[in-house]
Structures are given as structure tokens and as C-alpha cells.
């Protein structure tokens, strides 16, 4: 596996720029939408953030690897106006606990059907970016009376370390079998790093403000989450043997896929298209790993015609 030099670089050098992480502190609004009101649940033990808008049928928003609820600041009020949005910070992430266990695959799925449950939400449409695309198709596996309908924006394959192409993402699988030089680097990563491979998410880099910049880096520097980011990693290939399942998934199904995406390029989105019975594939031009943030009013139009209407 080849990787860019530069990336190696910058990696082994984020160590001696590390700063010391800061406790969670909950906001008590949400600063890129003051109408939306955090709220919180104890799961197991935990305690979990999130949001709710709207009336009607429930739809639940689940974020990727290290982002938040922020990813779909573009969605939240559109969606609302026509169903009862959820939006939720993934246990280990934004601001939700941080636990020192093991972060399997099967432990955000499990986590995830228990904030269903925990919230009343007997059948929901799930709509999942990157990581958070994995836990709504995995969960449409293991509890498939639990969803309605599946939106997977620029999902995670259950091969994901094989399928994965950002330059960030291939420098920490490489090391990922050396521990100690996989928790430093992702300990050494810092708000110029944050930028970076939010760079690799995006096309267009006028999208990257330092307020933007800012929400995902106050979320990375949290005491906990290098661990959760290392074991997550660290047992990421636990979810492979799910590939040979993804025909078992009967629900309606649409694939939304960035044309540009640099993490999981549309070959990757058309092979898990393939793999899932009853599915439809959209390709947003000019869009990288986040469609929904970068091109939010042609997304949010595909959303709502499937939600209404399938295709």
C-alpha cells in the first residue's frame, strides 16, 4: 500500500505538537442553530446527546468516525418541517461519554439499538454518513424490526480498512497492527490536522470556515477520545464477515454518493449497492465525503422524494 510521504510527515510529527485535552462540558444550545434544544440520555450507565425536532414519523441522523451532530446542521430544520428528527452524538463521540471499553463494532450497534429503545422509537428511517452508514445498515441486519427505510450517504463497507483511500485514513491503517504508534498519532492531532482531513472530505475548501474548522476540533480534543478513536480503529475489521450478509437486507435502501468522495470513492458505494437487495444509488456531482454538507439542497431534495416516495 502506497501512501503520500507527506502524510507520513505530517503524521510522526503531530506527536510534538499534542495539547492536553480538555473535560466534556454540554453546551445548553447549539451555537449553529440556537432553535434546536440538547438534550440527554443515560444509556447503560452513559450519558448520551442529543436532538429532537419536529412532529410525525421518526427519522434518526447518525454521524461517521469523530464527527458530531454538526454534520447535518443543513438537514435538521429541512427535515423537520416534515418528520420527528433525531439526531445523536455516538457513545465515544462528540458530546456523549467517552468510556474506556472496547469500541467494537458490535458495541456502537448495540449502543445504538439501546438509544432507539431507551427513546421510544419502536421503527425509524435511519440515514448514516461514513461510520454512522455502517451502524444503520448493520442495524437493519441484526434488528431488522427496528428500520423502516435506509439511507446510507457515503457509507462504510464492512471492509472498510480494505476500502478506505484518504492519505489520513491508509497512514493509520498501515500502522494500526503497532499500538503505541497508532494511539500516538492519533494523540499527537491537532486543529491544523482537523482541518486537514476535513479537507479530504469536501471539495470545495471555501466550505471550511474557522467556526467549522473550530465545532470539530473542541469535539477531537475531549479527554477520551483518543482511546475511542484507537480502539475503534483497532477493531474496525471485526465487521468484515458482515459483507456476506448485506443480501439478507430487505429494507428500502438508497445510497447517496459524494462523485468526489477521496475516503470511499462511488466504486465502493456501487459495490455495497450490489450487495443490498433492494437498493438505488444517487451520485451528487462535485461533492466529496460529506454530500449533505457541501450540497445540502440537492441532498435534502433526494432525501425527501425517497421519504415520500421512494424510486
Not at 437486507?249 to 466504486?267: A, C, N, R, V, Y
Not at 449533505?292 to 432525501?303: C, D
Amino acid at each position: 500500500m502506497r501512501i503520500n510521504l507527506q502524510w507520513m510527515v505530517s503524521l510522526l510529527w503531530m506527536p510534538f505538537l499534542w495539547r492536553p485535552s480538555s473535560p466534556i462540558l454540554r453546551p445548553d444550545r447549539i451555537s449553529w442553530n440556537p432553535s434546536l434544544s440538547p438534550e440527554t440520555i443515560l444509556i447503560d450507565g452513559h450519558t448520551v446527546f442529543y436532538i429532537m425536532k419536529g412532529e410525525g414519523e421518526p427519522l434518526l441522523l447518525i454521524h461517521g468516525f469523530g464527527a458530531g451532530i454538526w454534520v447535518w446542521e443543513k438537514q435538521i430544520d429541512f427535515l423537520s418541517q416534515f418528520y420527528r428528527v433525531y439526531a445523536l452524538d455516538l457513545l465515544g463521540h462528540g458530546y456523549s461519554d467517552r468510556p474506556k471499553i472496547k469500541y467494537r463494532p458490535q458495541t456502537y450497534i448495540s449502543f445504538f439499538k439501546r438509544f432507539m429503545d431507551e427513546i421510544g422509537i419502536d421503527q425509524a428511517t435511519l440515514i448514516g454518513n461514513s461510520m454512522g452508514g455502517g451502524i444503520a445498515w448493520a442495524t437493519a441486519l441484526f434488528f431488522p424490526e427496528k428500520v423502516k427505510r435506509l439511507i446510507l450517504i457515503d457509507s462504510v463497507p464492512p471492509d472498510v480498512l480494505d476500502q478506505v483511500r484518504s492519505e489520513s485514513f491508509k497512514a493509520l491503517t498501515m500502522v494500526r497492527k503497532i499500538p503505541l504508534l497508532t494511539y500516538l498519532l492519533i494523540a499527537g492531532r491537532n486543529r491544523n490536522s482537523i482541518r486537514q482531513v476535513l479537507r479530504e472530505c469536501i471539495v470545495d475548501p471555501k466550505l471550511l470556515t474557522p467556526e467549522s474548522v473550530d465545532r470539530q476540533w473542541e469535539i477531537t480534543r475531549l479527554k477520551g477520545t483518543i482511546w475511542v478513536h484507537y480502539s475503534t480503529l483497532r477493531h474496525a475489521e471485526e465487521a468484515k464477515p458482515m459483507k456476506d450478509y448485506l443480501s439478507l437486507i430487505k429494507h428500502p435502501t438508497l445510497l447517496i454518493l459524494g462523485e468526489k468522495d477521496q475516503i470511499f470513492p462511488p466504486s465502493v458505494g456501487e459495490e455495497l449497492s450490489r450487495s443490498i437487495p433492494n437498493s438505488t444509488m444517487k451520485i451528487i456531482h462535485g461533492s466529496g465525503h460529506l454530500p449533505m454538507w457541501e450540497k445540502p439542497e440537492e441532498v435534502n431534495s433526494i432525501l425527501l422524494q425517497f421519504l415520500k416516495e421512494g424510486y
